[in-house]
T-cell receptor
Framework: KAGVTQTPRYLIKTRGQQVTLSCSPI?????VSWYQQTPGQGLQFLFE???????NKGNFPGRFSGRQFSNSRSEMNVSTLELGDSALYLC??????????????FGPGTRLTVL | SQKIEQNSEALNIQEGKTATLTCNYT??????LQWYRQDPGRGPVFLLL???NEKEKRKERLKVTFDTTLKQSLFHITASQPADSATYLC???????????WGLGTSLAVNP
């Protein structure tokens, strides 16, 4: 089974621009979560989608948004980029959404650099 | 404030020894705690999950303990190998949902 894929792997943008990142979960997995990882803050939860609905949301500003499609693929969008948005953005898929303790499978991440 | 703390300093051990990593948390009552491994340039890989009513969980050379009174989890790698060198992350659920809170991770280096 193919793992979680994320595109693009690397991205360089300038302040004020917007960016869209894509995630394809493992086949059969319907839940997708997004995280931001920085050296100082570690992994921080952005949001989780299941069946095209946002189920959980972290403490990020409204500039960060996401969506999920009927095939479970997910995108996240960051508008009006700031320097502090430079980070590794990780997507994780899991089989279930209603079960609290469900293993998450991470993709390789998208490295976003904002200049 | 609510937080998770892992050993901030890198851990260097000799091949064959047991590595012990610590995860302490405050102001949470997690239903479960997970340990992940992360290699440079890659996403975290799930290793073990331990629930609040479990004291210990094992998987091959890995062992996790969970003490809800001390608010601490210990992660052990026995008979360590250079291939075990990586950053190890602990994560727990913050409430009755799937939102995970993560530690910053501990870097482990196993020297041959």
């Amino acid at each position: 089974k193919a793992g979680v894929t994320q595109t693009p792997r690397y991205l360089i943008k300038t302040r004020g621009q917007q960016v869209t990142l894509s995630c394809s979960p493992i086949s059969g997995h319907r839940s997708v979560s997004w995280y931001q990882q920085t050296p100082g803050q570690g992994l921080q939860f952005l949001f989780e989608y299941f069946s095209e609905t946002q189920r959980n949301k972290g403490n990020f500003p409204g500039r960060f948004s996401g969506r999920q499609f009927s095939n479970s693929r997910s995108e996240m969008n960051v508008s009006t980029l700031e320097l502090g948005d430079s980070a590794l953005y990780l997507c994780a898929s899991s089989l279930l959404a209603g079960v609290i303790a469900d293993t998450q499978y991470f993709g390789p991440g998208t490295r976003l650099t904002v200049l | 404030s609510q937080k998770i703390e892992q050993n901030s300093e890198a851990l260097n051990i000799q091949e064959g020894k047991t590595a012990t990593l610590t995860c302490n948390y405050t102001n949470y009552s997690p239903a479960y705690l997970q340990w992940y491994r992360q290699d440079p340039g890659r996403g975290p890989v799930f290793l073990l999950l331990i629930r609040e009513n479990e004291k210990e969980k094992r998987k091959e050379r890995l062992k996790v303990t969970f003490d809800t009174t001390l608010k601490q989890s210990l992660f052990h790698i026995t008979a360590s190998q250079p291939a075990d060198s990586a950053t190890y992350l602990c994560a727990l659920n913050a409430g009755n949902n799937r939102k995970l809170i993560w530690g910053l991770g501990t870097s482990l280096a196993v020297n041959p």
